[in-house]
């Protein structure tokens, strides 16, 4: 599946799961996350797999192209820093929203959505509007439906 379709298909379900969604309000109280956000922006390619979601599942050339999909968020000097603007979770699953204040050239501008997975008590990265194509055969069913909930947070609450 393209990810046109998987977008178009997530926004057709997107006003029905806002009828029902069970995630939390939105925050951005997680002081812990900042570790990560400052590996992501300075260093994704140091400890991949305490970074990425599946990372050492998935084969060399995936992991090279979940590698790829960082170059957005990799800050041009050691200075500056992802910051959380809003974070949304459900389950072991969270959505954070940062800003990227060096990134002005996107649709959505300085904000960029981070998907999460809490697995082992730590927090990894699986996708950012949607999980990675790589990982989403590790997810089960249920985990892509959290997932795609979590997902309005974006498509909903931050127009581009």
């Known amino acids: 599946m393209t990810w046109g379709t998987r977008l178009r298909s997530l926004r057709k379900h ?9 995630c939390s309000r939105s925050t951005s109280e997680r002081d812990d996350l900042q570790p990560l956000l400052d590996q992501i922006a300075h260093d994704p390619t140091n400890n991949k797999g305490d970074v990425l979601f599946g990372y050492d599942r998935v084969s060399e050339s995936d992991q090279q192209a979940l590698l790829g999909m960082f170059n957005p968020l990799l800050a041009p ?9 809003s974070i949304r979770s459900s ?12 990134n002005k050239e ?5 904000l960029h959505p981070v ?7 730590k927090d990894k990265i699986i ?6 194509n790589e990982v989403v055969p590790l997810l089960s069913e249920a985990d892509r439906k959290t997932v795609f909930e979590l ?10």
């Open 115 to 121: 998907l999460l997975v809490n697995e082992d008590g």
């Open 14 to 22: 997107v006003l029905l799961l806002s009828l029902v969604s069970s």
């Open 77 to 85: 000097t050691s200075n500056l820093h992802l910051s959380i603007e």
């Open 106 to 110: 996107t649709n959505s501008g300085e």
């Open 127 to 132: 996708g950012f509007v949607l999980p990675f």
């Open 151 to 160: 997902s309005q947070h974006w498509l909903l609450d931050y127009p581009h």
């Open 91 to 102: 389950g072991r699953f969270s959505i954070i929203i940062v800003s990227v204040p060096w």
